[in-house]
């Protein structure tokens, strides 16, 4: 695992100046909901700091590989998460506070990518993961996995609000 912490004297006197960064995090696995999260691989991410005036520009993206768990069949599959990273960090943070903007903070001449890597990963993690688009799901009568085993289920798509009529054209049909 590599610090996402970077000292940036040589680039904060001088809008414009600029630095390249590269560098890795370990997440250990997240809860989603119900659901656990396990990441596969480290966050790797890599870009530029800009120095744009008011503050320290962060550009860069992001990769990682996650299990997950898909929400229609419940098989576990890996899943790349690839992102852009565009964060702002500013010496006075307050001040972006009261104008309800998402800056991050300059501290000791240096800025910890971290926070803002940690927030956009787990942002980007669907909320109802499809191992695949056409993903069959799981038979809700017998509960087979569609995707992989075939069935002979009859399917009854009746309403049970509606089974007392159900019962009522049965007895008609015998009498």
Known sequence: MTDLKYEIS??????????????????DSIMMGEREVEFKNPVIIRGV??????????????????????????????QELIGDLEELFVSDKEKYDKEDKEV???????????PAVYQLVVTEIPFKPLCKSDCSGICPTCGKNLNKETHDC???SIDIRMSKLKDIFKKSEEG
């Open 10 to 27: 040589d680039i904060l006197e001088q809008a414009g100046d600029e630095k390249e960064f590269f560098g890795s995090i370990d997440i």
């Open 154 to 156: 009859k399917e009854e």
């Open 49 to 78: 700091l800009k120095n744009v005036g008011h503050g320290i520009l962060a550009e860069g993206k992001y990769q990682t590989m996650i299990i997950n768990e898909c929400s229609r069949c419940l098989d576990q599959f890996d």
């Open 104 to 114: 991050f903070p300059i501290s000791n001449r240096t800025i910890d990518l971290e």
